[in-house]
């Protein structure tokens, strides 16, 4: 039986279609993967005061449910360093259609992966993983495994990637916590089949990977029809 606070989550969204991004990661982060410190602020002055607690850099976006790709709109803003940029980068973001708020995160840094999965009408929860960076759609270096995973079968996937020696530290460049990134993949993993009755498909596009482990930068989860939604 679907759990009522995805069940909630669901008819809260429904209208959209998606689920913002605030929410998504508050998700993510319940299912233990990490996700960057972040506040929704709802006016300059909470932006400015979470900042205030992190510290700079920080990344703003834009929050607007008719805005779902982000950084085609001009709804991320990177690299923010003093409260005058934040500031301008508020104004910014409020001028964009449907806006409900700004996302004000801290900066993760780290090799760029893409997480993602979807509901396959034949094999149902599917999980693929792939070194991300401005070259993954030319390169498209992606694998794809049935959900759930185990631990052993995660470490199966990401030996699939054509770059995989990029994990483990390729030419004097560090790898990345491993132990860390195959626990990320088991729990998203086992998010997916929680969220079967709901969701479309879940994209966390980048998940930057570093020695210190693996942080959800971006998240965005797609939703089942109202219907679909309704019989779960």
């Known amino acids: 039986m679907l759990k009522e606070d ?8 429904a209208a959209y279609g998606w689920v913002l991004e605030p929410a998504a990661k508050e998700l993510l982060g319940r299912a233990g993967i990490k996700v960057p ?12 005061s979470f900042a205030d607690r992190v510290g700079y ?5 834009v929050v607007s449910p008719e805005i779902l790709h982000k950084s085609e709109a001009g709804g991320v ?12 980068a508020v104004a910014r973001l409020s001028g964009l259609p449907g806006y409900r708020g700004v996302l004000v995160e801290e900066t993760a840094s780290g090799l760029e992966l893409i997480l ?10 599917v999980v693929m993983a792939g070194i991300g960076g401005t070259g993954v759609e030319i390169y498209q270096d992606t694998a794809i495994r049935m959900a759930p995973l ?18 483990r530290g390729h030419r004097g460049s560090p ?24 969701m479309e498909s879940i994209d966390v596009n980048p998940l930057m990977c570093s020695q210190s ?20």
């Open 77 to 88: 803003i990177a690299g923010i360093a003093t409260p005058g940029e934040l500031r301008q």
């Open 6 to 13: 995805y069940r909630q989550l669901a008819e809260e969204y």
């Open 57 to 61: 850099p920080v990344v703003a976006k």
């Open 175 to 198: 790898g990345v916590d491993m132990a860390g990134l195959i626990d990320c993949l088991v729990r998203f993993s086992r998010l997916i089949m929680e969220l079967e009755p709901i």
């Open 37 to 48: 410190a972040f506040v929704w602020a709802a006016d300059e002055s909470e932006a400015l």
């Open 116 to 125: 993602g999965a979807k509901c396959d009408q034949q094999f149902g929860p």
């Open 213 to 232: 482990g693996c942080t959800a930068a971006d998240a965005r989860i797609m939703l089942r029809g109202e219907e679909e939604i309704g019989r779960a």
């Open 150 to 167: 185990d631990e052993g079968q995660a470490g199966a996937l990401l030996d699939c990637l054509q770059g995989r020696e990029l994990l």
